[in-house]
């Protein structure tokens, strides 16, 4: 059995503690750095013994200090304007100058815990693959290692391409073929609020976006998910219409809170009791748990 002191930043629905979790890794100690009420309120739900921080920006030596020995910091900080979808709708974006810039915030907690207290701590970072190559080197150097991009495709039905940082030592996989409809539900289980009656497109079942909804707003809301292929990368929902659509039936709908945990490999025994909204930002926020499980349960080995 593996015991560990774990330190998580922007912890959102502690993603990292499920993964830990399911590979039988036991936590003596999660210190989780989180604002959102909700994340912490489903956290809190789960885990009860996690002791939050609060926000990471005021996270000082004094708070350090108080921490014993830590053996693993994970941290995925926003990557909000990084991401290539907020130049697709916006048509820019500030990098680490902007929202993104936690990231030092983060860093500077990793170093003083490397400096202060284990020098030898795991870590495990994660961004979005941006073009902005200038600030993934710049993430690169502060953090010594080069990222690897993996994409979350490989572990589930949903396609979620991201750098990891780490320095716990990984294997190979086994690569996950299952598409959108192996995660779905069946459409008599689905409740009348997720569908839609306004007409698509014309359909095209060779390719992944096989029509497009007419409801008014951007293209992105527009698409239409093929089950026969992988689910386009979770996004949070911060608006109308935002969640991932597919074609069921010969009809259009949203896919459900349920189908969201699914795609993100959250187990079934973790509790979400909020609001839709919250469900669907959490888990677009989130991390997708079986890429997670492979790249830190080479701590169970060393």
Not at 29 to 45: G, L, R
Not at 188 to 211: G, I, L, R
């Amino acid at each position: 059995m593996v015991y560990m002191n774990v330190l998580s930043l922007c912890d959102g629905m502690s993603c990292a503690q499920i993964a830990l979790k399911e590979l039988g890794i036991e936590v003596d100690n999660y210190y989780a750095s989180e604002i959102d009420k909700n994340a912490i309120k489903v956290t809190q739900e789960n885990f009860p013994h996690t002791i939050q921080l609060g926000d990471v920006t005021k996270i000082d030596e004094e708070v350090l200090k108080e921490l014993p020995k830590i053996d693993l910091v994970c941290f995925g900080s926003p990557c909000r304007s990084l991401s290539k979808a907020t130049i697709a709708h916006d048509g820019y974006h500030d990098g680490l100058k902007g929202i993104s810039g936690i990231f030092f915030n983060c860093v500077h907690i990793l170093n003083w815990i490397k400096e202060n207290n284990n020098k030898d701590v795991y870590f495990l970072v994660e961004n979005v693959d941006s073009d902005n190559k200038a600030d993934l080197g710049i993430m690169t150097k502060c953090l010594g290692v080069e990222p690897i991009l993996v994409n979350s495709g490989d572990f589930s039905a949903q396609n979620r391409v991201r750098n990891y940082w780490t320095n716990i030592p990984h294997k190979g996989y086994e690569v996950d073929n299952s598409v959108l409809k192996d995660i779905m539900l069946e459409s008599c289980e689905v409740d009348n609020k997720y569908w839609y009656t306004q007409n698509y497109s014309e359909v095209d079942m060779d390719k992944a976006v096989c029509c497009y909804l007419d409801i008014n707003g951007h293209d992105i809301l527009k698409r239409v998910q093929n089950p026969n292929f992988k689910c386009a990368t979770l996004t949070a929902c911060r608006g109308g219409n935002h969640q991932k659509k597919v074609l069921q039936d010969d009809r259009v709908r949203k896919l459900t809170p349920i189908e969201y945990m699914r795609l993100q490999g959250v187990p079934s025994w973790y509790k979400m009791n909020v609001a839709d909204s919250h469900v669907y930002n959490m888990c677009g926020d989130g991390w997708n748990i079986k890429t997670i499980e492979w790249l830190i349960e080479g701590i169970k080995e060393s």
